[in-house]
Structures are given as structure tokens and as C-alpha cells.
């Protein structure tokens, strides 16, 4: 099979939480113009109009449907509609995050519970359900999990601490590694992207504050731009990756490597 075919994404449907805006808008589009029919998920639904008339002029098929992945008994209306609107779902971009600054012994537990219901329990029920409504019958599916690279180190106290953030994305971490080994029986891999700093509504605030000292500490001088997630979500996306899973990647211009 041609290299080309291998990333060729024509008639798969792909569900990606959280992806109105930022890196989830990006990878949407870089699958829609691989051929993915999308399907995208958000708590905003003018957010999400926006991003379906920004696609839809890219000439990509997607269906929207408003969701707060933090609420358990929202999603599986959600993903029951998308089943029924294309009659299957093959790729699952878990992408939908949150994030609270606060020194661990002042954390509000409200706010740890926030941060874990989005960014652990929620993407469990999403895959979960996707899992087996769809992927493990037709026995295929590519799981592509948004970690983080505060996933994967300490808390840099010049940062703004968010050990809730930190925790989460740990889980991410290891819940893409016990998953990938569960269902690589049923044709499922199971990868992770760890960004590094992109500019986004969620760092905002943060790269205000350290954003010249993140640059200056990354070997490739520079911040995460508009394109440098959208290779690797399209490999872990498409069949050029059938035998890679349990594997995460960080996109940090090399900052996590010093």
C-alpha cells in the first residue's frame, strides 16, 4: 500500500472533543483534509457553529453537537446521536481539557473535582462508550488521547501551579498505556500527544506571565504554532500507525528533553 493511501482518512468518521477552538479545531482540520467526515463536540454552542462554518468552507463534512464531557450523563446521548447521524465512529481524539491554578494546600476540592471530571473521568466514559458501541464490534478504532507534557513532569514552581491539571494528565498518561494493551485485541490502538506550550485560550495566562523564559528554555526557540500538531494526530489518526499504541509523544519543541 502507497504511503499515501496508508494516511488517507476517506470515509472514516472521527470524534473530537473539545474541538470548537484551539488544538482541537486545528487537528479537526487537518483530518478533514485527510477526508474524515468529523464529528465535533464542545460546551459552546455558538463556538462550535463557528467552527462548523470554518470547516464546511474547507469543504470537510462535519456534524456538531454541544456536550460537556464533565457531566457523565451528558455523553452518551451525544455519542448514541453521532452513531446514528454516520453509523459508526473510527477515530476518537480525546481532546477536551481544563485547567486550575492554586498551591496544592490551598486547592478547592470543587475545583480538583472540575479538572478531574473533564480530564480523567470524562474522557474514560467518552472512550469507553465508543469503545463499545462501535470500535470493539467492527473491531478497529484509533484512539488518539491529548495528554500534556505536565503529564509527564514535576510542577515548575516558576509556572503557575496546577497540581489538579498535573494529576490529570498523568492519568492520561497511564490510562493511554492500560488501555492500549486491554483492546489491542480488537484492533484498537491507543496513543497520546503531549503538548508543550501552544498558544491558547487555557495558557493565556500562563505564557503572559512565562512565556519569554518557556521560549528561552526550549532548544527550538519558539512556542507551539497553528501546524505542529497536526502531522502526528493525522499518523495516530490513520493506518500508517497500525502498529504503534501505547505510545506518547511530546510536541514541546524539545523543552521536556532539558
Same mark, same amino acid.
Given at each position: 500500500?502507497?504511503?499515501?493511501?496508508?494516511?488517507?482518512?476517506?470515509?472514516?468518521? @472521527? &470524534? !473530537?472533543?473539545?474541538?470548537?477552538?484551539?488544538? /482541537?479545531?486545528?487537528?479537526? %482540520?487537518?483530518?478533514? $483534509?485527510?477526508?474524515? *467526515?468529523?464529528?465535533?463536540?464542545?460546551?459552546?454552542?455558538?463556538?462550535?457553529?463557528?467552527?462548523?462554518?470554518?470547516?464546511?468552507?474547507?469543504?470537510?463534512?462535519?456534524?456538531?453537537?454541544?456536550?460537556?464531557?464533565?457531566?457523565?450523563?451528558?455523553?452518551?446521548?451525544?455519542?448514541?446521536?453521532?452513531?446514528?447521524?454516520?453509523?459508526?465512529?473510527? @477515530? &476518537? !481524539?480525546?481532546?477536551?481539557?481544563?485547567?486550575? /491554578?492554586?498551591?496544592?494546600? %490551598?486547592?478547592?476540592? $470543587?475545583?480538583?473535582? *472540575?479538572?478531574?471530571?473533564?480530564?480523567?473521568?470524562?474522557?474514560?466514559?467518552?472512550?469507553?462508550?465508543?469503545?463499545?458501541?462501535?470500535?470493539?464490534?467492527?473491531?478497529?478504532?484509533?484512539?488518539?488521547?491529548?495528554?500534556?507534557?505536565?503529564?509527564?513532569?514535576?510542577?515548575?514552581?516558576?509556572?503557575?501551579?496546577?497540581?489538579?491539571?498535573?494529576?490529570?494528565?498523568?492519568?492520561?498518561?497511564?490510562?493511554?498505556?492500560?488501555?492500549?494493551?486491554?483492546?489491542?485485541?480488537?484492533?484498537?490502538?491507543?496513543?497520546?500527544?503531549?503538548?508543550?506550550?501552544?498558544?491558547?485560550?487555557?495558557?493565556?495566562?500562563?505564557?503572559?506571565?512565562?512565556?519569554?523564559?518557556?521560549?528561552?528554555?526550549?532548544?527550538?526557540?519558539?512556542?507551539?504554532?497553528?501546524?505542529?500538531?497536526?502531522?502526528?494526530?493525522?499518523?495516530?489518526?490513520?493506518?500508517?500507525?497500525?502498529?504503534?499504541?501505547?505510545?506518547?509523544?511530546?510536541?514541546?519543541?524539545?523543552?521536556?528533553?532539558?
Amino acid at each position: 500500500m502507497s504511503v499515501r493511501k496508508l494516511f488517507d482518512l476517506t470515509g472514516k468518521v @472521527v &470524534l !473530537i472533543t473539545g474541538g470548537s477552538r484551539g488544538l /482541537g479545531l486545528q487537528i479537526a %482540520e487537518a483530518l478533514g $483534509e485527510m477526508g474524515a *467526515k468529523l464529528a465535533l463536540t464542545a460546551r459552546k454552542a455558538d463556538e462550535l457553529a463557528q467552527a462548523k462554518e470554518h470547516l464546511q468552507r474547507m469543504q470537510v463534512q462535519v456534524f456538531t453537537l454541544p456536550c460537556d464531557h464533565s457531566k457523565a450523563a451528558s455523553i452518551q446521548p451525544v455519542i448514541e446521536n453521532i452513531m446514528r447521524h454516520y453509523g459508526q465512529i473510527d @477515530v &476518537l !481524539i480525546n481532546n477536551a481539557g481544563t485547567t486550575w /491554578g492554586a498551591p496544592a494546600e %490551598e486547592h478547592p476540592l $470543587e475545583a480538583w473535582e *472540575k479538572v478531574m471530571n473533564l480530564n480523567v473521568t470524562g474522557l474514560f466514559l467518552t472512550t469507553q462508550l465508543v469503545g463499545r458501541l462501535s470500535m470493539i464490534p467492527r473491531r478497529y478504532g484509533r484512539i488518539v488521547n491529548i495528554a500534556s507534557v505536565a503529564g509527564l513532569l514535576g510542577n515548575d514552581l516558576r509556572i503557575q501551579r496546577s497540581l489538579a491539571y498535573n494529576t490529570s494528565k498523568g492519568a492520561v498518561v497511564n490510562l493511554t498505556r492500560a488501555l492500549a494493551a486491554e483492546w489491542g485485541q480488537y484492533n484498537i490502538t491507543v496513543n497520546a500527544i503531549a503538548p508543550g506550550f501552544f498558544p491558547s485560550k487555557m495558557t493565556r495566562f500562563v505564557l503572559g506571565q512565562i512565556g519569554d523564559a518557556a521560549i528561552a528554555q526550549t532548544p527550538l526557540a519558539r512556542l507551539g504554532g497553528e501546524e505542529d500538531l497536526k502531522g502526528l494526530a493525522a499518523l495516530f489518526a490513520s493506518d500508517a500507525s497500525a502498529h504503534i499504541t501505547g505510545q506518547i509523544v511530546a510536541v514541546d519543541g524539545g523543552a521536556s528533553i532539558i
